[in-house]
């Protein structure tokens, strides 16, 4: 067979949603987002073509301006998307259409979600009356700074989140303090609680007398129950979850997975969330709407400007670098060279969005490319992520793989496969 055949038993088991009418079936994913409007076509046959044609996706994805803030935004869903738009959640968002193709950076990072009960309903009335806490790793391999661990703070009151990357758990107790000491002359409250599970590098004994110090409470999750420290555990899943993506898309080494995350970080910050409704974190955090037109896609290609003094007559009057985030200490972009494996922070710049670093066969013998693993155990809870907002979605049309309509396809299934199968096959 030309095709491969995909099983409505399977998308359903997976919680995808499946509904046909007036010849059209719709896709969607478990909270209501439209994936994908496939036409039936004349044998009585629904032919998905799922893009996984980096370069070529990319390049179809920008002639619609959608897409490009889909990309921006760490590959937020449509429904969050549409939701930043309309609500002016953010400064410099233009009006956001529905998507009209399927995205398989997408699908592999955020592939598998599973049911989350419902938030419990007390909340914090103010910032920093209660932090949510977790690590997440090792990550093998180690970061390109050596770090096999990330660090997640969240603000209950704002859902703001900031990140910190670790080479050892051991560096829990200090980077608390640094996040502290920084957070509360931001904001001038104090931290009166921080919640966090039972690991040893939050139970130590050091740590527990600078809490009581400081008249911070400890309220401990019971063991074996990450489903109790629900939003800083989903938060995570939802970070590794744009991580992957952001990596896909561009095919990044792995050992870009940190530099992944404090973006995802970042955006998210910027995203819409069901806590914080009308809101997005940063803006409930700092009291005013985040702006967005600087946004660029991650690991699209920047070209910065060599200025006379530090260049000869011969040489290019600019350098190829990779964007990948947004510095923290000033208004600039974070770039790397994989020539010479530098960093620097620049604002004098060209961005290529519709393009990706041509990693050599050189650079695939110093990097990893395969899908990040955090090495932490799988836990049943569903990223809090923007939702689709009750009005009607705009049907999608999905556009058919040329290998798919030369002729219909008139041989039955040879056989079954799974879904994690075809994936691999995409690859």
Known sequence: ????????????????????????????????????????????????????????????CFDHQSWLWHLRLGHLNFGGLKLLSTKNMVKGLPSIDQPDQLREACLVGKQHRHSFPKESISRAKAPLELIHTDVCGPIDPASLGKNRYFLLFIDDYSRKTWVYFLKQKSEVFSTFKRFKALVEKQSGYQIKAMRSDRGGEFISKEFKAFCEENGIRRPLTIPYSPQQNGVVERKNRSIVNMTRSMLKSKNFPKEFWAEAVECAVYLS???????????????AWIGYKPSVPHLKVFGSIAYVHVP????????????????????????????????????????DMTFDENSSWEWT?????????????????????????????SSP???????PSSSSVDSPIKTGPQGKRSLEEIYDDLN
Request: hydrophobic share 30%; with cysteine.
């Open 308 to 347: 006379d003094q530090q260049r000869k007559k011969l040489d290019d009057k600019s350098e190829k670098f990779i964007f990948i985030g947004y510095s923290q200490e000033s208004k600039g972009y974070k770039l790397y060279s994989p020539v010479d494996k530098k960093m620097k922070v620049s604002r």
């Open 269 to 283: 910050n910027r995203s819409p969330t069901r806590s914080v409704w009308n809101h997005t974190p940063q803006e």
């Open 361 to 389: 066969d050189r650079d695939k013998e110093q990097y990893v490319f395969y899908p990040i693993d955090t090495g932490r155990k799988e836990v049943k809870e569903d990223p809090i992520e923007p939702v689709t907002p």
């Open 1 to 60: 067979m030309k095709a491969n055949i995909l099983s409505m038993g399977q998308l359903l088991e997976k919680g995808y949603d499946i509904h046909m009418k007036n010849r059209c079936l719709y896709l969607r994913d478990d909270r209501g987002s439209l994936i994908a409007r496939v036409s039936m076509s004349s044998n009585s046959m629904f032919l998905l073509n799922i893009h996984h044609d980096a370069p070529k996706c990319l390049k179809a």
């Open 393 to 399: 979605v705009s049907p999608i049309q999905s556009s």
